[in-house]
């Protein structure tokens, strides 16, 4: 018990995120102790095979708190949502979530959009621009997972107020990543991608507006890592450039570190 008890002390110590989250420390025990939990969560669920509407862990948002209709977080992750907006409220900071959980089916939609020329991407139709499919891939993955490997299948991630990386450079987004940075944390979300640098040196490209509950997130990126492999990213166009771009290495994996140690 000394030794389990000093492995939690270093793991507070090493990461401040751990610290601070207010309702996080049996799950933060729980994620690093009880490694048999990583085994009871399907494959299915942790690649967005599954309707979040039939699952009793997620709730739907109000309106209160999207535009969008139809879209759902964990429980877990919703209240701790409401909190920090209630508080950046009070310091006249207006939160809103544009994107929750995305089943694999939402994200196979959005990646053969981008695959197949049917939506321009930077002002290009990728399929015409990158003949080359591993090339294509590569642009897509700038901002986009693939089927299967995002984050957001997993109800712990959100995007908040604009994925527009330009909004984030207006007055308002300053103000919004400012309080962010300074208080996310506090209700337990962690940003994945920053800027590439000492504590991320692959993966997407920054992303402001991406933010994740971590006691949570933390436990399914584990799990992730030990049940996935790059033979079970498939079903989508484009997925024989799995194993070429090393997806889930460069991607899946390639998060802040705060997010993950």
């Known amino acids: 018990m000394k030794i389990i008890g000093f492995f939690i002390l270093l793991f507070v110590v090493l990461n401040p995120l751990a610290a601070q989250v207010e309702t996080s420390p049996g799950l933060l025990d729980s994620a690093l102790l009880e490694k048999s939990r990583y085994d009871s969560i399907s494959k299915k669920y942790l690649l967005g095979q599954y309707n979040p509407a039939q699952e009793a862990d997620f709730t739907l948002i109000s309106s209160k708190y999207t535009l969008k209709t139809g879209i759902y977080l964990r429980t877990e992750v919703y209240n701790a949502f409401i909190a920090m907006r209630d508080s950046a409220l009070k310091d ?13 089916e939402h994200q196979k939609t959005i990646w053969e959009n981008k695959w197949n020329g049917r939506q321009y991407v930077g ?12 090339e294509r891939a590569l642009a897509i993955l700038k901002y986009s997972s693939m089927p299967g490997t995002s984050r957001h299948h997993w109800g712990t991630d959100i995007d908040i107020n604009s994925v527009d990386p330009a909004y984030f450079k207006t007055a308002t987004g300053i103000k919004v990543l400012q309080w962010l940075e300074t208080h996310a944390a506090h209700f337990g979300f962690c940003r994945p991608y ?31 890592k030990k049940q996935i492999s790059n033979l079970d990213i498939e079903g989508f166009d484009g997925d024989e450039t799995v194993f070429s ?7 899946v994996m390639g998060v802040d570190s705060v997010c993950w140690k």
Do not use: C, M
């Open 245 to 251: 771009v090393r997806v889930i290495e460069n991607y």
């Open 194 to 224: 920053t800027a590439f640098g000492e504590t991320r040196k692959t993966g997407f490209q920054p992303e402001e507006w991406h933010w994740s509950y971590y006691p949570v997130a933390y436990r399914f990126q584990q799990a992730y």
């Open 123 to 134: 002002g290009k139709l990728l399929n015409v621009s990158y003949p080359d499919e591993v």
């Open 92 to 104: 006249g900071v207006t939160l809103s979530i544009v994107s929750a959980t995305r089943t694999f």
